[in-house]
């Protein structure tokens, strides 16, 4: 566990955005990287059946990852959704053999051990497969941001052969879990490079949907 500890150290110092992947870990050096680490760590770390997955996120990536956070807590303020945010808690099923920190997370009506709703950031390729962790961990939805755009997966329990490809998840273009949200505003939103203009334009579309 040392030489795991040492190498996010080195991750925290080098690029500022990089992935190490390392396999053969058991569940127990995992659990024992994770109590370190302690939640003060900036580094987001997913194992999935031996395969431990560190990542070290840029600037860029939290910024993204904020942004979207903020420009939710807005949609749900504005809609008085009820909404209880995890943000990047450590979700883990030992006996499915996953954790995962999600860039942000969140129940949706009534709080609930695992999250409805994860969002990843996807700055560098190269992950192990978010979706079938996702899966282990029960998650109803999950959203990637990358490169500009939004895809959205929703968990098929009981058509996960039809989307085996993707871990028992479908692609979809609207969100179940919040099914009034605008994602086309929401999208060209994120894409303003001005988070203050960002904000206030998302705020003003939702008003004028009202």
Not at 174 to 189: A, I, K, Q
Request: one cysteine or more; charged letters at 25%.
């Amino acid at each position: 566990m040392v030489l795991l500890n040492e190498l996010v150290n080195r991750m925290t110092l080098d690029d500022p955005e990089e992935r190490r992947i390392l396999s053969r870990v058991s569940w127990a050096q995992y659990e024992e990287l994770l109590a370190d680490l302690g939640d003060a760590s900036a580094c987001r770390v997913h194992f999935l059946n031996g395969v431990l997955e560190i990542l070290a996120p840029s600037l860029n990536h939290e910024s993204n990852k904020t942004r979207i956070g903020d420009l939710l807590l807005l949609y749900f303020l504005e809609t008085e959704t009820e909404y209880f945010p995890m943000g990047s808690t450590t979700l883990k099923k030992p006996e499915q053999q996953a954790g995962g920190e999600p860039d942000e997370s969140y129940c949706i009506g009534t709080n609930k051990e695992f999250p409805d709703l994860a969002i990843e950031v996807i700055v560098t390729s190269g992950s192990i497969n978010r979706l079938e962790l996702y899966r282990r961990l029960g998650v109803r939805e999950v959203w990637f941001w990358q490169k500009n755009r939004l895809a959205l997966y929703h968990q098929r329990v009981k058509s996960v052969a039809e989307f085996a490809e993707t871990a028992g998840y479908e692609l979809i273009q609207r969100s179940e879990v919040l099914p009034n949200l605008d994602l086309d505003l929401l999208t060209r939103c994120l894409q303003n490079p001005n988070p203050l203009a960002a904000a206030k334009a998302f705020r003003q579309g939702l008003r004028e949907e009202e």
